[in-house]
């Protein structure tokens, strides 16, 4: 996958640590609204082994009323301009707004994560003239009214054909496929079964040799699985992303970022173990 000055080498697993700078996130809002708490955590994330941190200003969960680009900025600008100084590790926005993406990248950030499927022309300018990552993330109608579009005739193949629409979309705003990365958009306008089916099939999702990325952790799904809150969903996060690992999956935005990397260093082991023994 190739980013503004990076070139991730997706032969291995990346973790991607997620900083929540938002009041209201569902798992961990307010915990690192301040840029010297948001720092410490991003510092922890990198030495765990996190291949990437994702900052995001935001809470896009089911319900949540939208942002201001200015309230937005006002919260990232003191994290950004902290996190690029100390971190070492390329850094992701998760933004929608093309003034904010195009204010991210001027502080040298490597790549925008757009939950909008490339709903604002701006954004994919921005991306474009800076030759940023830009990860491609499914998702129906908006945080606010997403849950309301949870109806399709197969979630796999619908949700496979609008990211096919959205990818050349992309492509006719002059973005590099090799900057594009895949996301299925698990809780983005679907419901906790439909996620599942969709993570049992996530094979199925690849298209134009595009790396995969999942958010999984601590999202609703598993909530309902094992009937516990956000906080204590890291074992069955980590166990999600085993099973997106084995379908495919080459990039996982966790907040447990330690456990998950341990958790793909054995099963890399492990799949590489069978390789060889197959071959001999």
């Given at each position: 996958?190739?980013?503004?000055?990076?070139?991730?080498?997706?032969?291995?697993?990346?973790?991607?640590?997620?900083?929540?700078?938002?009041?209201?996130?569902?798992?961990?809002g307010g915990q690192f609204l301040d840029?010297?708490?948001?720092?410490?955590?991003?510092?922890?994330?990198?030495?765990?082994?996190?291949?990437?941190?994702?900052?995001?200003?935001?809470?896009?969960?089911?319900?949540?009323?939208?942002?201001?680009?200015?309230?937005?900025?006002?919260?990232l600008q003191p994290v950004l301009q902290?996190?690029?100084?100390?971190?070492?590790?390329?850094?992701?926005?998760?933004?929608?707004?093309?003034?904010?993406?195009?204010?991210?990248?001027?502080?040298?950030?490597?790549?925008?994560?757009?939950?909008?499927?490339?709903?604002?022309?701006?954004?994919?300018?921005?991306?474009?003239?800076?030759?940023?990552?830009?990860?491609?993330?499914?998702?129906?109608?908006n945080p606010e009214t997403m849950m309301?579009?949870?109806?399709?005739?197969?979630?796999?193949?619908?949700?496979?054909?609008?990211?096919?629409?959205?990818?050349?979309?992309?492509?006719?705003?002059?973005?590099?496929?090799?900057?594009?990365?895949?996301?299925?958009?698990?809780?983005?306008?679907?419901?906790?079964?439909?996620?599942?089916?969709?993570?049992?099939?996530?094979?199925?999702?690849?298209?134009?040799?595009?790396?995969?990325?999942?958010?999984?952790?601590?999202?609703?799904?598993?909530?309902?699985?094992?009937?516990?809150?956000?906080?204590?969903?890291?074992?069955?996060?980590?166990?999600?992303?085993?099973?997106?690992?084995?379908?495919?999956?080459?990039?996982?935005?966790?907040?447990?970022?330690?456990?998950?990397?341990?958790?793909?260093?054995?099963?890399?082991?492990?799949?590489?173990?069978?390789?060889?023994?197959?071959?001999?």
């Amino acid at each position: 996958w190739r980013l503004r000055t990076h070139h991730l080498d997706l032969d291995t697993n990346v973790v991607m640590g997620i900083i929540n700078v938002t009041p209201d996130s569902f798992s961990d809002g307010g915990q690192f609204l301040d840029p010297k708490v948001a720092l410490d955590q991003a510092k922890i994330m990198e030495a765990a082994g996190a291949g990437l941190l994702d900052v995001g200003a935001e809470s896009t969960r089911p319900g949540a009323k939208p942002l201001s680009p200015e309230a937005e900025w006002s919260r990232l600008q003191p994290v950004l301009q902290l996190l690029q100084s100390k971190i070492h590790i390329p850094i992701s926005v998760d933004t929608y707004h093309g003034t904010t993406a195009r204010q991210a990248l001027n502080f040298g950030v490597e790549i925008i994560n757009d939950i909008s499927m490339g709903q604002d022309p701006d954004l994919l300018a921005a991306v474009r003239e800076y030759e940023a990552g830009y990860v491609l993330m499914h998702m129906r109608g908006n945080p606010e009214t997403m849950m309301n579009h949870a109806k399709y005739e197969s979630v796999v193949a619908d949700v496979k054909k609008e990211l096919q629409r959205g990818y050349q979309n992309l492509l006719a705003q002059g973005l590099n496929p090799l900057n594009i990365c895949i996301d299925p958009g698990f809780g983005f306008a679907k419901t906790p079964s439909q996620n599942a089916e969709l993570l049992l099939h996530l094979n199925q999702l690849n298209f134009s040799n595009r790396p995969l990325m999942v958010g999984l952790s601590r999202k609703r799904m598993l909530r309902e699985c094992v009937g516990t809150e956000p906080e204590k969903l890291q074992a069955a996060s980590v166990a999600a992303c085993m099973v997106a690992a084995r379908q495919g999956a080459r990039i996982f935005r966790v907040h447990d970022v330690a456990a998950t990397v341990q958790a793909l260093q054995m099963e890399e082991i492990l799949t590489n173990e069978a390789t060889q023994g197959d071959e001999t």
